[in-house]
């Protein structure tokens, strides 16, 4: 089935461990996206990616990196998780060929970081 | 910065009523607009969407309006049903911004039995 595969579903981390969220879509879109989901504030965009090599910064890029080695991957990595980082994350993909191509969302990572 | 943002944060309506979701945008530069369905401990599933060229859009069981005059949006649901239950984000996009979305905080729809 077509569709963005996101692991794990849930993680319970210890402050200043090192996690990466992996994210991996078969619809050979672009672009790829890193969002966390906190209660109040909604969806904001952490880091993102147009295409396979170039990655950019979005809105709360702090304390996380990405890394966009093929067209498939796009993992989201925590060097030190630290208790305000506990969030859903959810990775999303487009065709940007321009807006309306297939903006899809996995199903989410929850992270508690205690 | 720029913001999407919800006039009503909760909705409660009986099944079979009619829903409307409200949602305010201030970048007037955005030119592409989504509805986003989210259920409890899912990922956002796309409902509907618009382009800004449009004042209105239908689907099944959904209309999206458009009004670029004062910068609001609005989903309609029509005969709402239990299944609709759900959290509703707007999320605006300008096609010059890399394709990145902004969303709203979100709407809770409660439809009663």
């Known amino acids: 089935i077509a569709g963005i595969t996101q692991a794990p579903t849930s993680q319970i981390l210890a402050a200043g461990r090192r996690m990466t969220l992996r994210c991996t879509q078969d619809?050979?879109?672009?672009?790829m996206y890193w969002y966390r989901q906190d209660l109040g504030l909604g969806l904001r965009l952490i880091h993102y990616?147009?295409?396979?090599?170039?990655?950019g910064k979005g809105e709360v890029p702090d304390g996380y990196s990405v890394s966009r080695a093929n067209t498939d991957d796009f993992p989201l990595t925590l060097a030190s998780a630290v208790p305000s980082q506990t969030s859903v994350y959810f990775c999303?993909?487009?065709?940007?060929?321009?807006?309306?191509?297939?903006?899809?969302f996995g199903s989410g990572t929850r992270l508690t970081v205690v | 910065g720029e913001s999407v943002g919800l006039h009503l944060p909760t909705l409660s309506v009986q099944e079979g009523d009619n829903s409307i979701i409200n949602c305010a945008y201030s970048?007037?530069?955005?030119?592409?607009f989504i509805w986003y369905k989210q259920e409890s401990g899912k990922g956002p599933q796309f409902i509907i969407d618009i382009r800004s060229n449009m004042d209105k859009r239908q689907g099944q069981r959904v209309t999206v309006l458009l009004n670029k005059t004062v910068k609001h949006l609005s989903l309609q649901i029509a005969a709402t049903q239990p299944g609709d239950s759900a959290v509703y984000f707007c999320a605006e996009m300008n096609g010059g911004s890399n394709y990145k979305l902004t969303f709203g905080k979100g709407t809770l729809l409660t439809v009663n039995p």
């Open positions: 619809m050979r879109h672009n672009a």
């Open positions: 990616s147009n295409t396979a090599g170039t990655t």
């Open positions: 970048n007037s530069a955005s030119d592409y």
């Open positions: 999303a993909s487009s065709d940007n060929r321009g807006p309306g191509y297939g903006y899809t």
